[in-house]
């Protein structure tokens, strides 16, 4: 069972979300927050899967939220999806870099929400090649300069499959593309997280982008 937790300030979308979710076998509301700092009480509370959050809501918005869901230890196994009401939010990429595993667009369709969620309780960044590497490219775009982000640290091979991730490849496509096989591209990718101390497969996308790695003119 996949447990949810939603975090937003309308009690109408929490309802909606809800009732959507809660008709699946498989998946479980397990609490509702109406800002961030009830989310992070909450989320200690419930240790949920998933925690669907918002971004701009009183008391604590949700890039604060995940951000400090994203430090703790104890939600270490919470996967944070951000709604955001438009695919190229102004407030997405923060929540990335925040620690986010992805975003949803609130409007997306019901079927995509709920595959959504249960790509993230598995782990997995919810990043749609196409549009989150349009939308890490415009925001990473206006920054001046690349940030410094200790590229020295990865092989040869970690910064290959690094750039890969950010081209959206799943481990199967960076395993044909390399020609190696699955379980040593998931080695890789592993490593380069760890030694990145990326959260998830999100962040090392964000840092494949903020240290020039892949630019957002080419996505290579």
Same mark, same amino acid.
Request: net charge negative; no cysteine.
């Given at each position: 069972?996949?447990?949810?937790?939603? *975090?937003?300030?309308?009690?109408?979308?929490?309802?909606?979300?809800?009732?959507?979710?809660?008709?699946?076998?498989?998946?479980?509301? *397990? &609490?509702?927050?109406?800002?961030?700092?009830?989310?992070?009480?909450?989320?200690?509370?419930?240790? =949920?899967?998933?925690?669907?959050?918002?971004?701009?809501? %009183? *008391?604590?918005?949700?890039?604060?939220?995940?951000?400090?869901?994203?430090?703790?230890?104890?939600?270490?196994?919470?996967?944070?999806?951000?709604?955001?009401?438009y695919?190229l939010?102004?407030?997405?990429?923060?929540?990335?870099? &925040?620690?986010?595993?992805?975003?949803? *667009?609130?409007?997306?369709? =019901?079927?995509?929400?709920?595959?959504?969620?249960?790509?993230?309780?598995?782990?997995?960044?919810?990043?749609? =090649?196409a549009?989150?590497?349009?939308?890490?490219?415009?925001?990473?775009?206006?920054?001046?300069? %690349?940030?410094?982000?200790?590229?020295?640290?990865?092989?040869?091979?970690?910064?290959?499959?690094?750039?890969?991730?950010?081209?959206?490849?799943?481990?199967?496509?960076?395993?044909?593309?390399?020609?190696?096989?699955?379980?040593?591209?998931?080695?890789?990718?592993?490593?380069?997280?760890?030694?990145?101390?990326?959260?998830?497969?999100?962040?090392?996308?964000?840092?494949?982008?903020?240290?020039?790695?892949?630019? =957002?003119?080419?996505?290579?």
């Amino acid at each position: 069972m996949i447990r949810v937790l939603l *975090v937003d300030d309308q009690a109408l979308i929490r309802g909606g979300f809800r009732a959507l979710l809660e008709a699946e076998d498989d998946i479980e509301v *397990v &609490a509702e927050a109406a800002n961030g700092e009830q989310a992070i009480a909450l989320a200690l509370e419930h240790l =949920p899967d998933v925690a669907l959050i918002d971004v701009q809501m %009183p *008391v604590m918005d949700g890039i604060e939220a995940t951000r400090r869901i994203a430090a703790d230890e104890r939600l270490s196994g919470v996967h944070v999806v951000i709604l955001t009401n438009y695919g190229l939010d102004e407030y997405v990429f923060n929540a990335l870099r &925040a620690g986010a595993g992805g975003f949803l *667009v609130k409007d997306t369709e =019901p079927a995509d929400l709920l595959q959504g969620v249960r790509v993230a309780a598995r782990g997995d960044a919810l990043l749609s =090649p196409a549009i989150t590497r349009r939308l890490i490219g415009e925001y990473v775009a206006r920054r001046p300069e %690349p940030e410094p982000a200790g590229l020295d640290v990865l092989t040869n091979r970690e910064r290959e499959v690094t750039a890969l991730v950010a081209r959206g490849m799943s481990n199967d496509e960076i395993a044909a593309h390399m020609v190696i096989s699955p379980t040593t591209a998931k080695t890789h990718v592993s490593r380069a997280m760890t030694k990145l101390r990326a959260r998830d497969r999100a962040q090392l996308v964000v840092f494949a982008y903020e240290s020039g790695l892949v630019t =957002p003119r080419t996505g290579r």
